[in-house]
């Protein structure tokens, strides 16, 4: 399944990614990480009854991660470099140095070498990991058979209107644990860098930690930073905390392991939601299921403040655009909650809904609106203004959507034509909104056949196309100025920032040329 989605703007990604090795401390810390999940059950029958507090994780995606890592491991040995200057056989050591058969020669021209002819492929392989400045690119966090990883995504624009475009996977990032939310940061996670930009994800998975990976560079094992999780010192199993074999009366009479210690500031459960907050780089905002939100420092990596102001599972965070210092927050208590992040008690205002909170968006159009969806399928817009005026927060809500007839678990205002929102849900539908004048009218209704849907948004550089990911683990890109009711009245703006191309829905083994699979326009749906 596809459970998350981000684009990247375009021009973020170097051309040519740094391609690295990993060193023995990384393979070593994820092989540490592996045995210390593993040991966790034996530890909490060990301990005197008392559960130890730590995340939900799966222990076969852990392994998985180890085994990717130790395959690399066991490549060298096969090199036997410990070895290498010990070998008796001189002919054998000057082969090595200076080659011995025809492959080994050097030729003046490529053209005369045997071994580069025929070399297309190569060439064709050479072009496909080059990222041109045309090119988009947007993360896909996958999951497959209890394995996890996130893939970085190129799509390439036709130039020929009418043409299909073509996308394909340029590499991944093996994932420790289930990955629940994204979100793209141009931050490292460095203060002596904090001033540079690079292209970074944050990931929020079950485990309490949130990874920041570089993007840049292909094979890497570890991320490039950590907020929270786990102190270093508890990645490594305790002794005879999960010996095989071992009688629990024997068990019983050796010390009793510690509980996992979690970094100061440190969620304590699942990371949900996060958001970047782009006018102030080094900042990010998560939601997670222990009920808090938590305000990071990326560039230090610590934790500068931490809020309580929900009652339960904090499902989704948002920064206002326009007034960066404004944060939304929505949950499982079924309120979504405004507070201004200048304040220093961090008194907030507080909105009921219907049901629990799935996702929340600010309206681009007017930036003192946002928008909420909940479990029932309702999206529902406020106003601040209102809302901050005791006599006027009942009339706050600007206007109500029946929009879906299950949870409506995505939604995403169109960058360019602000009046145009897609919402997105697990009844395996997106819908297009014309939400101008604040009375919502339905554009045109897809059945995108990738299933229950969970992540979907625009592109800002191509306004033109939206991702959509869901249950049945494909990615889908869809135009949707193939469609004559978007067309009509966005139109003439969203052309002006497309470069031609059409809808199609890739998965690794398939492609679907335009409108093959998509659902005809149901005007009278409503």
Avoid at 112 to 123: F, I, K, N
Avoid at 152 to 170: A, C, I, L, Q
Avoid at 202 to 226: C, H, K, Q
Wanted: hydrophobic residues 40%; glycine residues 8%.
């Amino acid at each position: 399944m596809i459970s998350a989605l981000a684009w990247l703007p375009r021009g973020a990604a170097k051309t040519t990614p740094e391609v690295t090795e990993p060193t023995a401390e990384d393979i070593e810390h994820v092989k540490d990480r592996a045995d210390a999940e593993a040991g966790e059950t034996s530890a909490d029958v060990d301990s005197d009854g008392e559960a130890p507090v730590k995340p939900k994780s799966t222990r076969a995606k852990a392994k998985a991660a180890a085994r990717a890592v130790g395959d690399l491991a066991g490549g060298m040995d096969e090199l036997d470099m410990d070895n290498y200057d010990d070998d008796s056989d001189e002919d054998g050591a000057a082969a090595r140095l200076f080659g011995s058969t025809a492959a080994d020669r050097v030729f003046e021209n490529n053209a005369d070498d045997p071994e580069l002819e025929g070399d297309e492929e190569s060439d064709e392989e050479i072009e496909d990991f080059t990222i041109r400045d045309t090119d988009l690119l947007f993360l896909a966090a996958r999951t497959e058979d209890d394995v996890s990883h996130m893939e970085v995504w190129v799509f390439e624009e036709s130039d020929d209107p009418g043409e299909d475009g073509n996308m394909y996977v340029h590499h991944d990032l093996m994932l420790p644990a289930f990955p629940l939310c994204m979100a793209w940061m141009d931050c490292y996670p460095d203060p002596s860098m904090a001033s540079q930009h690079g292209n970074f994800v944050a990931i929020g998975t079950f485990r309490p930690e949130i990874e920041i990976w570089n993007l840049d560079v292909l094979d890497a094992v570890a991320p490039a930073g950590m907020l929270g999780g786990l102190k270093s010192e508890q990645l490594e199993p305790e002794e005879g905390a999960s010996a095989a074999g071992d009688s629990k009366k024997k068990k019983k009479k050796k010390k009793a392991p510690a509980k996992p210690v979690l970094k100061e500031g440190s969620h304590e459960d699942a990371v949900l939601g996060m958001c970047w907050n782009y006018n102030f780089r080094n900042v990010l905002a998560s939601g997670s299921a222990d009920c808090t939100v938590k305000v990071w420092d990326v560039a230090q990596q610590k934790c500068d403040r931490t809020l309580h102001h929900h009652d339960g599972k904090v499902q989704a965070v948002a920064w206002n655009p326009v007034e960066p210092q404004v944060l939304l927050s929505g949950g499982f208590d079924r309120t979504a909650q405004l507070v201004d992040m200048r304040t220093e008690n961090g008194a907030t205002v507080e909105v009921p809904l219907t049901a629990d909170c799935e996702c929340l968006v600010w309206d681009l159009k007017n930036p003192s609106c946002f928008v909420v969806s909940s479990e029932d399928g309702l999206v529902v817009c406020h106003d601040v203004r209102m809302l901050m005026d005791k006599s006027k927060k009942s009339k706050s809500t600007v206007y109500t959507l029946g929009a879906h007839d299950a949870a409506t678990c995505a939604m995403s205002f169109n960058p360019v034509c602000h009046e145009l929102l897609a919402t997105a849900s697990t009844d395996k539908t997106v819908k297009m909104w014309d939400c101008t004048g604040g009375k919502p009218s339905l554009l045109h209704t897809a059945d995108l056949k990738i299933g229950a849907l969970f992540a979907m948004g625009f592109c800002k550089d191509a306004p033109h196309l939206l991702a959509a990911g869901g249950s049945k683990g494909v990615v889908s890109v869809w135009d949707i100025m193939t469609k004559a009711s978007v067309a009509n009245r966005f139109g003439a703006e969203l052309a002006k920032h497309a470069r031609g191309g059409a809808s199609k829905i890739v998965s690794e083994d398939t492609v679907i040329g335009p409108d093959e699979d998509i659902e005809e326009e149901d005007e009278d749906d409503d």
